[in-house]
């Protein structure tokens, strides 16, 4: 390690060998943790844990978590992609869940670097990948720095995807005294920040009202979210607030799935999935009605129905 922050300084991770040694002074020991805690560990400036969980056999497809959220926030897809007879991997975004937090990286072609370390070291091919709201661009970024030569097609959900920021030529975008604010809250009280986040997230009493999402869903979310790394959060809002990809959007050369719902309220549609799927040259546009951001679990059989559906083609 090179000294900087990190959250798992007791842990060293090989690849080699999958195990780690707990740093107990005096009192080393290995455990073999191959099934249970697989890391991809790849070191530029310094060395990066990526955590991932890998289910089932058949094509593989890449599920990448939103903002501010783990691998977890896929629990809906995963047993139905492993059901379906997909290999299914998702992994934490450097910084959440239990991925290693480095002070510094989180542009999106740091992100889009661990994405391909996954891909490369599990020797992936053929892959789908799914983007959620942030992980959106972790995809876009991937095909345009790393190409689509071990890419079969790709979903955008609920994605940020091409540009956030309000902008001459983006007029419907988010101002950017909303997004510094957005900045100077999770700077001031990070942790209620994502309490309230949260409820806008799911539209949560209309969905709750309809049984779709629960408090309990919420209160899960929220201790995810605040577990992340505090350095992680602002960062990575920073990258999906000010990243525009559109002049990467032609990068797209394979097929693309477009999922959004227009009831949401923190990434609207008209600036985000419409401007994307005119964008990206094959491209299918498939909209929710009344879906919130957090579709992934409040309309969960309707977003799984379409991936099977896309993935069938």
């Known amino acids: 390690m090179s000294g900087k922050f990190n959250r798992t300084p007791n842990f060293a991770y090989s690849t080699d060998s999958m195990a780690f040694r707990q740093g107990i002074p005096g009192k080393p020991r290995s455990l073999n943790i191959k099934e249970n805690m697989p890391f991809i560990t790849h070191s530029k400036e310094e060395e990066h844990s990526i955590y991932y969980e890998d289910y089932g056999k058949g094509q593989p497809v890449i599920l990448i978590h939103g903002w501010p959220l783990s691998n977890k926030m896929w629990e809906q897809q995963v047993w139905k992609l492993v059901e379906s007879g997909y290999r299914c991997i998702s992994y934490d975004r450097r910084g959440f869940g239990i991925s290693s937090a480095p002070w510094d990286g989180y542009g999106y072609s740091d992100l889009a670097g661990d994405l391909n370390e996954i891909i490369e070291q599990l020797k992936l091919d053929n892959c789908v990948l799914v983007g959620f709201s942030m992980g959106g661009g972790e995809v876009i970024r991937y095909l345009t720095d790393f190409g689509d030569n071990r890419i079969d097609k790709i979903a955008l959900v609920s994605s ?3 540009l956030v920021k309000q902008h001459d030529d983006n007029p419907g975008g988010v101002p950017v005294e909303t997004l510094d604010s957005i900045k100077e809250a999770l700077q001031k009280d990070r942790v ?5 986040f949260s409820k806008g997230f799911y539209n949560f ?11 309990a869903q919420l209160d899960y979310d929220f201790i995810v979210a605040s ?12 990258a999906w607030m000010h990243t525009d990809f559109r002049p990467e959007l032609a990068n797209v050369r394979v097929p693309a799935l477009v999922v959004h719902g227009d009831g949401d309220q923190t990434v609207p549609i008209e600036t985000s999935a419409r401007q994307a799927a005119s964008g990206i040259p094959d491209a299918t546009l498939k909209v929710l009605e009344g879906a919130p951001h957090g579709l992934h679990l409040t309309h969960a059989r309707e977003l799984n129905e379409m991936l099977a559906g896309f993935l069938k083609k």
């Open 160 to 162: 940020i995807i091409p």
């Open 192 to 196: 209620g920040f994502l309490k309230e």
């Open 205 to 215: 009493d209309e969905n709750a009202a309809k049984d779709r999402i629960s408090q």
């Open 227 to 238: 577990h992340a790394s505090p350095r992680a959060t602002i960062q990575t809002a920073l």
